[in-house]
């Protein structure tokens, strides 16, 4: 038998298993995302199979490799934009998602091609795209869903800022905006405990891949650096998009 067949072999026993398991912890915890995560798990297994063949027509051009992190632009702001509407729906949501998540990636990655300081082409743009529009995703998602609940939780003194003459932008960011920093937690942990908790994807690809250790390291160093300024970029356009959008009445926000 073959390592290929044995690891389907396995994947086909032991993926329905990991499922099963976030369904039962899920279920117990009552986390509400039984549901979510089964569709989400089918959802994986057939993307991945079929952006296993596009992306081996993307990576045959440079317009290729951009036109198909377009379309994860695209996916990422729907995306983001459906979870932050479950919480309040605020008129011009997903123009704000796409300023958040693309403005924010666009400026990292033209900082990281244009210099050279990643190669120019299709192999390097569209996984490097890939992970920073991921990350700016997280990162906006997470800020717009935390903001709109801090903003309902608080809104009574939202209001008092109001009262005391605060325009309503500099009232949503003295109640609401602090908290937005959560979103940037993930990404800060990830960068402080690389090589201590984690070892990431890039750096151990580049290492399978007969890369010398420093090469790996450095460019994993980038990947960390780019999502956490792109993160931190996207955060700040979802914090200041929101305090100025008319935002609904707080006593109607889902916490």
């Not at 379309?71 to 479950?86: F, G, K």
């Not at 997280?138 to 209001?159: D, I, K, Q, S």
Request: hydrophobic content about 55%.
């Amino acid at each position: 038998m073959s390592a290929d067949t044995g690891l389907g072999i396995a994947a086909v026993v032991v993926l329905p298993l990991l499922v099963a398991i976030a369904v039962l912890a899920s279920r117990y915890a009552s986390l509400r995302h039984d549901k979510g995560i089964v569709t989400a798990a089918a959802r994986a297994v057939l993307q991945l199979a079929v952006v296993g063949v596009v992306v081996g027509f993307a990576l045959q051009s440079l317009w290729g490799a951009l036109g198909f992190v377009l379309v994860m632009l695209v996916v990422a702001t729907l995306t983001s934009t459906r979870r932050i509407r479950s919480t309040a729906v605020v008129p011009g949501q997903l123009v704000f998602c796409a300023l958040a998540i693309g403005g924010s990636a666009c400026v990292v990655l033209l900082l990281l091609i244009l210099p050279g300081v990643v190669p120019r082409n299709p192999e390097t743009i569209l996984p490097m795209g890939g992970i920073i529009i991921g990350g700016t995703m997280n990162a906006t998602t997470l800020a717009g869903r935390r903001l709109l609940a801090e903003y309902g939780g608080r809104f009574g003194e939202y209001e008092a800022g109001l009262s005391i003459g605060l325009v309503p932008a500099d009232a949503f960011k003295l109640v609401a905006g602090p908290s937005a920093g959560d979103a940037l937690l993930p990404a800060l942990d990830q960068t402080r405990t690389v090589g201590l908790v984690t070892l990431p994807g890039a750096f151990v690809g580049m290492v399978l891949g007969g890369a010398s250790p420093t090469a790996a390291a450095a460019l994993q160093l980038v990947v960390l650096l780019g999502l956490v300024a792109a993160e931190a970029l996207a955060i700040l356009v979802t914090t200041e998009l929101l305090a100025r959008a008319p935002l609904p009445d707080g006593r109607t926000v889902s916490s």
